[in-house]
């Protein structure tokens, strides 16, 4: 109880707080190191995985495996090349900034610098880049200490030298390497991969008379062609910063409905049921009465959610909104002119032809969304008015390719008019990034073919998962390489099921 209450008081005065966060103690001035030195460097060896000092959290905690596979690993930093462990990056690009070490992790991590045994008021984000894609984040807050974030958890960091030559981590490279030569050297032993799906299903509530949803995450793996399906009532969202348990959360005040949505990071002490009740609470306590406005998820990325927002008492209006996943409490919707380049003028010239269909017709460069067509996600923009007194809407298609930072993976290794051809019911599909599958989404299931250079190997599927009526595909997150094992093990322990049919 004692708990529940530190985290009531924190949780409105970071709200209260998010709106000056930009001129906080953050220096979001990101430095470029230069050609001669690095912001580390030496080699380093992973000591500890951190765990929470709180007694509380350590009992709620899972121990440690004895054999944790990155405890005693060796890091190579220099600056043509930089080993983690069995990963390495060549021709890395450094960024780094230096940050109030409280305000950063909680807003970030939703964890506090104890947690993590760091006293230290400030410290220095150290990002690596991989060809331009998050590669691992480092955080120093000692000359001799530092912290790394690999795969939901914060590993501390002992250095053993000052200094590493360039032969040393060609030889760590070449191990790697020569390991990778000879896994390609035989048959299928590379092939895994896996989806995260998200599902949003319309429901209907019956006792309020309102429209609903629900969601969920279907997760497909396929090693070696053998096909692992599970099923969580959930939307479990892969991040960068590890996994977030994302939904919506009705709250009925009296005779209104509100939906907000909450987005909670999964190696944070805050549930996400915790987390809505807490969001709920103030909601009641520090607002009044509110209109019923309603929002189901139409897309879900790495660092954004694209919603459709429904004014239930202004006759049902209905706007698209896309948020920062990082910045969700605020719920502010962004530009397109802050996703894409010229977004302003891409927004005016898609709804040239529709401008004129209706009264009072709003033209908001906010009233965007992701929604999928044949086979990729692509942007769209609404336009809403009036006719004969009732509220519409138009889309229209935008003539951008959604940015990287919205959907990492978006490929299909066999082309849609093909496929529609060789599948008349198809109305989706997705592909592996290595090639290994697809997924043919009908409206009734999804049936999943072995795929190879391009070819379709197979006439009857490997596998088919049914879908619910009328469901919509709101997300498609791809691993590949070590990540489907990891992946697999996440949604498991978040309590997904094996799909049995």
């Known amino acids: 109880m004692k708990r529940s209450i530190i985290i009531l008081i924190l949780i409105p005065l970071l709200l209260l707080s998010a709106c000056s966060f930009g001129d906080s103690n953050i220096q979001d001035k990101i430095i470029a190191p230069s050609n001669k030195t690095i912001p580390i460097q030496g080699k380093w060896v992973i000591v500890e995985k951190l765990q929470s000092s709180d007694p509380i959290l350590m009992a709620e905690t899972a121990p440690v495996e004895e054999l944790d596979p990155y405890i005693g690993r060796e890091v190579l930093f220099n600056k043509a090349a930089i080993v983690v462990a069995d990963d390495y990056a060549e021709n890395p690009t450094f960024k780094y900034k230096n940050v109030d070490a409280q305000e950063y992790l909680i807003y970030k991590y939703k964890i506090s610098p104890r947690q993590l045994n760091i006293d230290s008021e400030n410290m220095q984000i150290i990002t690596v880049l991989k060809n331009n894609q998050l590669f691992y984040e480092f955080f120093k807050y000692d000359e001799d200490?530092?912290?790394?974030?690999?795969?939901?958890?914060?590993?501390?960091m002992r250095k053993l030298v000052d200094q590493v030559s360039l032969e040393e981590v060609n030889r760590y490279i070449k191990i790697e390497s020569n390991m990778f030569s000879t896994f390609d050297t035989i048959e299928l032993v590379d092939l895994d991969s896996g989806v995260l799906l998200g599902i949003r299903t319309p429901i209907y509530d019956e006792e309020r008379d309102l429209p609903d949803w629900q969601y969920k995450t279907i997760w497909i793996r396929s090693e070696n062609r053998n096909i692992s399906k599970y099923q969580l009532d959930k939307l479990l969202v892969p991040r960068k910063s590890g996994f977030w348990l994302v939904g919506v959360?009705?709250?009925?005040?009296?005779?209104?409905?509100?939906?907000?949505?909450?987005?909670?990071?999964?190696?944070?002490?805050?549930?996400?049921?915790?987390?809505?009740?807490?969001?709920?609470?103030?909601?009641?306590?520090?607002?009044?009465?509110?209109?019923?406005?309603?929002?189901?998820?139409?897309?879900?990325g790495n660092d954004y959610i694209s919603v459709e927002r429904i004014e239930?008492?202004?006759?049902?209006?209905?706007t698209l909104q896309i948020y920062a996943l990082d910045n969700i409490e605020d719920e502010r919707p962004i530009k397109l002119s802050d996703l894409v380049q010229d977004g302003d003028f891409l927004f005016k010239e898609g709804s040239e032809n529709i401008q004129a269909i209706g009264e009072n017709v709003v033209l908001n460069e906010t009233n965007v969304g992701l929604v999928r067509m044949n086979g990729y996600w692509t942007l769209k923009g609404r336009i809403n008015y009036r006719q004969n007194e009732e509220e519409l809407f138009k889309d229209f298609n935008i003539r951008a390719i959604p940015p990287k930072t919205m959907v990492s993976y978006d490929e299909l290794g066999i082309p849609w008019d093909f496929i529609k051809a060789r599948f008349p019911r198809a109305i989706d599909a997705f592909s592996s990034p290595n090639g290994e599958f697809l997924i043919v989404v009908v409206s009734d299931e999804l049936l999943i073919y072995p795929t190879e250079s391009g070819e379709i190997l197979s006439t009857e599927p490997l596998d088919r998962i049914s879908l619910p009526k009328n469901s919509s595909i709101i997300m498609s997150e791809w691993s590949v390489g070590r990540y489907p094992a990891i992946w697999q093990e996440e949604i498991i322990k978040q309590g997904a099921v094996m799909i049995e049919e």
Do not use: C, H, W
């Open 145 to 156: 200490k530092l912290l790394i974030f690999i795969d939901d958890s914060f590993y501390s």
């Open 249 to 300: 959360d009705r709250i009925i005040e009296g005779s209104s409905a509100t939906d907000k949505i909450v987005a909670i990071p999964q190696f944070s002490e805050i549930r996400i049921m915790e987390s809505a009740e807490i969001i709920t609470d103030n909601l009641r306590a520090f607002s009044m009465p509110k209109p019923t406005i309603l929002k189901n998820i139409q897309f879900v």
């Open 312 to 318: 239930v008492d202004q006759k049902n209006r209905k």
